[in-house]
């Protein structure tokens, strides 16, 4: 039983050494392009071997998950469950990449890359200390620009790129601020020092200054309006880059919202700005992504929307919930991602189909009735996971499922069952639901009641406007077209960025080619 604390820890730090090992394998003289390929998958199954063990070991070897194991180095038990999860889309978006990139090059390169984002992630997981929690952070950002450029000749791709560093390099000074704000008041940078002082003091001043800097660079980090431009422009990388991005990495800054949460909690001005940021961004980024066509521009309109929605969970309090959130939507979007060609096909199979407006009674009856079986999972099971006011905003979430199409000529017994399988289907997502909650994540909600009502109405807003769009499309046709343009918030970014901090994003050839056709036009 002694060597359950040393396997513990070895087993906890491998992942990290196997991919600062990947770094390096495909750049060695005389590895071939295949053997690189083979040895990062190799790595990388290792890496996820060891990352689950850990997980495992935790309680065995009576690890405290606050304790540090290494100066500057904790175990966070969100960050065991994030570190197995993260390792396994690594592997398959590696497996993935091997067939995708065939025949590209750089592809050595590439492998770098990537195993430089799961090796920052990882360290960042494991940050116990404000200067390796910005290290890492920064780390993950800079590994990922490689990949972002994996395509150096397309100048949307450049732009992006720049616009993604420019917002990483805010945030750095904003997470200094931070840490010489906290660093200042606690005579520590370590996190845990920090959390004791919180829990014996409480917060001055200066950590709730410090507490909004943090939440400030989270937002920049996870690509909140109005900085969310370079997430939807990077749409010019290779597919699985994508994938990484929006289910490995733009949704770091959840993890480190949950994993500050003592910080947020003695902060009122810090939860509000993220309620703000949050509620803003899932409203409006989800009125944009109705009206998009593009399957990639689109799911990364929805990421844009979870994030906010993530952040916004953070904000109210509900931290549990948040780290489901980051979990399911890492799944979901790796699948969609790595899934998007058969995408075109579900369209064009969609398109055989006589698409029919929702009738004006099931979008009256569908938030009633989906707000009613919610409560009623709820009171069977006797279940108080969350407050009553994220029951309604649930409810109105799951309110489509219960849509029945105008003039579809089904008698009252179809009618009736249609009704009982959407109710089936949202009780059944409660449920579901009530049991994940009950996983051992490390986190517990303190819901804030004032700022849930305001998200609510929020919600309230955003499926309002989703029933209208759906009765009155011709009435709400140009907030549809401010909608579809993204309320030209990023081309107000965009300008500002390009006039303050210029920079060469076209490549020299594109440049060459439009004074040509500049010239024959003036011809």
């Not at 063990?53 to 960050?79: D, E, I, Q, T």
Request: glycine share 8%.
């Amino acid at each position: 039983m002694e060597l359950l604390p040393q396997v513990f820890i070895f087993c906890l730090l491998s992942p990290l050494a196997l991919m600062v090992l990947g770094i390096v394998l495909p750049l060695l003289p005389g590895v071939s392009r295949v053997r690189a390929w083979r040895g990062f998958l190799a790595l990388s199954a290792a890496a996820l071997l060891a990352a689950a063990c850990a997980l495992g070991l935790r309680g065995v070897a009576n690890a405290n998950p606050a304790a540090s194991l290494l100066p500057w180095l904790a175990a966070p038990l969100l960050g065991g469950w994030l570190a197995v999860l993260v390792q396994l889309l690594g592997t398959l978006i590696g497996a993935f990449s091997f067939r995708y990139l065939q025949g590209e090059p750089g592809q050595q390169r590439y492998l770098a890359a990537l195993a430089g984002v799961l090796a920052a992630v990882h360290l960042l997981l494991l940050a116990d200390h404000w200067i390796v929690l910005i290290f890492a952070w920064a780390m993950v950002g800079m590994a990922l620009q490689h990949l972002l450029c994996f395509y150096p000749n397309r100048p949307f791709a450049q732009l992006a790129a720049f616009k993604k560093r420019l917002a990483d390099r805010l945030a750095d000074v904003l997470l200094l601020s931070a840490a010489a704000l906290a660093w200042g008041v606690v005579g520590s940078g370590s996190l845990s020092d920090l959390w004791a002082h919180l829990a014996r003091e409480g917060a001055s001043t200066a950590l709730q200054l410090s507490a909004v800097c943090l939440v400030l660079a989270v937002v920049l980090r996870t690509a909140l309006l109005p900085v969310h431009g370079w997430l939807i422009q990077v749409m010019e990388a290779p597919t699985p880059v994508s994938a990484l991005l929006h289910a490995g990495v733009v949704n770091l800054g959840g993890y480190v919202l949950i994993r500050c949460s003592p910080l947020l909690e003695h902060a009122a001005a810090a939860r509000w700005l993220l309620v703000a940021f949050g509620l803003g961004t899932a409203v409006l980024a989800g009125m944009v992504m109705l009206t998009r066509i593009s399957i990639k521009v689109r799911l990364a309109w929805s990421t844009a929307a979870q994030m906010g929605f993530m952040v916004l969970e953070c904000g109210l309090g509900l931290y549990t919930l948040a780290a489901l959130h980051l979990i399911g939507h890492s799944l979901y979007k790796a699948h969609t991602f790595l899934s998007a060609s058969a995408a075109v096909q579900d369209t064009r199979i969609q398109a055989l189909y006589e698409m029919r407006s929702p009738a004006a009674l099931s979008l009256a009856l569908a938030p009633v009735l989906a707000a009613a079986s919610v409560f009623a999972v709820l009171a069977v099971f006797h279940d108080n996971a969350w407050p009553w006011w994220w029951s309604v905003v649930l409810a109105l979430a799951w309110a489509p499922l219960l849509w029945l199409p105008q003039g579809n000529g089904q008698t009252l017994r179809q009618t009736a069952l249609h009704y009982l399988a959407g109710v089936s289907m949202v009780a059944g997502l409660t449920a579901v639901a009530m049991l994940a909650h009950e996983l051992p994540l490390g986190t517990a909600n303190r819901p804030d009641t004032a700022a849930g009502l305001v998200a609510l109405l929020g919600m309230v807003c955003l499926h309002g406007w989703l029933v209208a769009v759906q009765r009155r499309p011709a009435a709400l046709a140009r907030s549809r077209r401010w909608s579809y343009a993204g309320l030209y918030l990023d081309e107000s970014y965009t300008r500002l960025a390009l006039r303050l901090w210029p920079t060469r994003w076209a490549p020299a050839s594109h440049d060459a080619h439009r004074a040509a056709a500049t010239a024959g036009a003036e011809a």
